[in-house]
């Protein structure tokens, strides 16, 4: 739970520092971060990817509160970090620096992968598309009916 608190604190301390207004789409951010807390993320596995993040928007000479979403949906990833830094066999201070430099470039290409994504699959994701599914279920099943099926 300790955990939980820390990585809530870090991700709203992150939104508040760069100007955020605190919307929907920020506090599914958050949650996100919370739950996958209970389960293996921390600052340690986290702060990689979002300065992967950062490091992306200084290179493409953007603020960093432009990718801030991506940057806390992101550190999802934060159990790679570990898995990198702690179980390939590697001795303690190469298995650290590799799980810090992969992170590194996960965060790094999170951001131009989310753009990627958007365009596509235009929009749509698991939540939205039931709804155009269910109106062409609509359509679909009459067409059936009229030829004998029933869906």
């Known amino acids: 739970m300790v955990n939980v ?5 870090v991700s709203v301390g992150m939104v508040k520092v ?3 207004v605190i919307d ?7 949650f996100t971060v919370a739950g996958f807390s209970f389960f293996g993320k921390n600052l340690f ?3 990689p990817i979002t300065l992967g993040v950062l490091l992306f928007a200084k290179i493409k000479r953007k603020k960093f509160k432009d990718y801030i979403l991506q940057a806390l949906f992101g550190t999802a990833l934060g ?3 570990s898995e990198f830094c702690f179980n390939l066999g590697l001795s303690v201070f190469p298995g650290l620096l590799f799980g810090v430099i992969m992170g590194i470039i996960a965060g790094f290409l999170i951001p131009p992968l989310a753009e990627s994504f958007t365009k596509f699959h235009h929009g749509f994701n698991l939540y939205n ?8 279920r609509y359509v679909f099943s009459g067409n059936f009916a009229q030829h004998g099926y029933r869906c």
């Open 129 to 136: 598309i039931r709804f155009h599914f269910r109106n062409h």
């Open 79 to 81: 159990p790679l970090v």
């Open 45 to 47: 596995n986290s702060i």
């Open 5 to 9: 608190g820390i990585m809530i604190l």
């Open 18 to 20: 760069n100007g955020l």
């Open 24 to 30: 929907g789409k920020i506090i599914a951010a958050i």
